[in-house]
């Protein structure tokens, strides 16, 4: 069965400093893969997606994600974190092809003035 | 252009008691999905429509849960009756061209 890993449960950052949250998944065949963001007291809303083509995604507010098939991850950067980045983060799967998203159990970021 | 759109926002009830929750999905979106999200987790599919017809209630517990979606564009989610395990927060969302839009949830406490 599909599973997506977020290995990151609670992170907390000063400022300016960089981020990256880890994303692995299991499953073989092609997948489409998303990070979503819920910021506080918000709905979950698309932050970025990969479904084929280069497989260094950018997204909204300067997150970037980067696809390496061969370690089955899809993890997110942001070379500077603002105060307004906290919010939880959740990597999300999909087979190529189906409607089945399969949501890692998210990341909470905080992010220190 | 107007997002997904939920009812209620919280609900609290007694365990055996019945509840309902209400969806709205973006105009045009055929696909609809409820989800369910326990604290610490992501979310869970529970049921997907296409239109009217559900193509996927696979992981919805059928001796207590309920969706419908009669007309293909409004649903609804029902818990009858609830358990003190169903406390958890019901997402709605709909999707276009591969992308899920998400509604605000109904966060459900059971007593």
């Known amino acids: 069965a599909q599973s997506v890993s977020q290995h990151n449960h609670h992170v907390i950052l000063s400022e300016a400093a960089s981020l990256e949250l880890g994303c692995n998944y299991s499953y073989g065949g092609t997948v489409n893969l998303f990070w979503y963001v819920q910021y506080p007291g918000q709905h979950l809303q698309l932050l970025l997606k990969y479904f084929s083509g280069d497989p260094l995604v950018k997204g909204i507010k300067g997150f970037e994600a980067e696809f390496i098939k061969s370690k089955f991850s899809f993890n997110l950067r942001k070379p500077s974190v603002q105060w307004s980045d906290t919010a939880e983060y959740f990597c999300?799967?999909?087979?190529?092809?189906?409607?089945?998203?399969?949501f890692g159990t998210g990341t909470r970021l905080k992010v220190l003035a | 252009e107007a997002g997904v759109v939920q009812s209620p926002r919280y609900k609290i009830i007694e365990k055996k008691q019945p509840v309902a929750f209400w969806c709205n999905p973006i105009?045009?979106?055929?696909?609809l999905y409820w989800y369910r999200q326990n604290l610490g987790q992501g979310p869970e599919l529970l049921i997907r429509?296409?239109?009217?017809?559900?193509?996927?209630d696979s992981q919805l517990p059928k001796d207590r849960f309920s969706a419908e979606r009669l007309k293909g564009v409004d649903s609804t989610l029902k818990i009858q009756p609830a358990e003190l395990g169903d406390s958890a927060v019901y997402l709605c969302?709909?999707?276009?061209?591969?992308?899920?839009?998400f509604g605000e949830g109904s966060r459900l406490t059971v007593l």
């Open positions: 969302a709909s999707s276009h061209n591969g992308e899920l839009f």
């Open positions: 429509y296409e239109n009217e017809e559900a193509v996927d």
């Open positions: 105009s045009g979106h055929n696909t």
């Open positions: 999300a799967v999909k087979s190529s092809g189906t409607y089945k998203y399969i």
